[in-house]
């Protein structure tokens, strides 16, 4: 099955830095969701996207559905320690998906102190 | 509270034998959905069940089975067919086929 490109694979930035992270398709898609993952547990839904162009925000967390309906990017400002976990971008195509969600591969987030 | 509910979080079991996992949420959900996660990978779905009774196979289903008798649960078995069955395992369900998705905590499965 098709898993969606999420980049970078990990990151390791300082404590209140802004941390940028996309996701991307060859295939269109009709929703894009972004989830944080901490060890050890299930994902959890921190945004969900569901028109083109769509700009998103959850506290700090910000996240836009592509123009081209084929990308993603999240974007986290001011970053703590606790943002530290694994984030996954999860999407459903607009056509041959059956309405299942494909996930990205993830970006490792570390913070420094 | 409402939410979705995995168990056991750990479990370990001999080669060769069936294993069942258990997914059970009160959100009133219609939709549920099984997913496997090896390490440094993203998710990959192995059934999903969009009503009761009747379920479809994701992108990895063979050698695991599921039931949706009902509405609550949604059980999945790893049988002794399945070539590499440590993983692990999420369960996630949905108000309908196209919104979002929320997890339980999962089933970390080691086979030995």
């Known amino acids: 099955g098709q898993q969606l490109n999420q980049s970078p694979q990990s990151m390791f930035i300082q404590e209140g830095e802004d941390v940028s992270m996309n996701c991307t398709s060859s295939?269109?898609?009709?929703?894009w969701l972004w989830y944080k993952q901490d060890p050890g547990e299930g994902p959890v839904l921190l945004i969900a996207?569901?028109?083109?162009?769509e700009l998103t925000s959850n506290g700090r967390l910000t996240a836009q559905f592509g123009i081209t309906r084929k990308d993603s990017f999240l974007n986290i400002s001011a970053s703590i320690p606790s943002d530290v976990g694994i984030y996954f971008c999860?999407?459903?195509?607009?056509?041959?998906?059956?309405?299942?969600?494909?996930f990205g591969t993830g970006t490792q987030l570390k913070v420094e102190l | 509270d409402g939410g979705i509910t995995q168990s056991p979080k750990y479990l370990f079991r001999k080669e060769g034998q069936n294993v069942t996992l258990s997914c059970e949420q009160n959100?009133?959900?219609?939709?549920m959905y099984w997913y496997r996660q090896d390490p440094g990978q993203g998710l990959r779905l192995i059934y999903y069940?969009?009503?009761?009774?009747?379920?479809q196979k994701g992108d990895i289903a063979e050698g695991y089975s599921v039931s949706r008798e009902k509405k609550e649960s949604f059980p999945l078995t790893v049988t002794s067919a399945q070539k590499n069955p440590t993983a692990f395992y999420l369960c996630?369900?949905?108000?309908?086929?196209?919104?979002?998705?929320?997890f339980g905590q999962g089933t970390r499965l080691t086979v030995v």
């Open positions: 999860a999407g459903r195509r607009l056509t041959g998906g059956g309405n299942k969600l494909t």
């Open positions: 996630a369900s949905s108000k309908q086929r196209n919104t979002e998705a929320f």
């Open positions: 069940s969009q009503i009761v009774n009747d379920f």
């Open positions: 295939s269109i898609f009709n929703t």
């Open positions: 959100l009133n959900h219609d939709a």
């Open positions: 996207l569901y028109k083109a162009g």
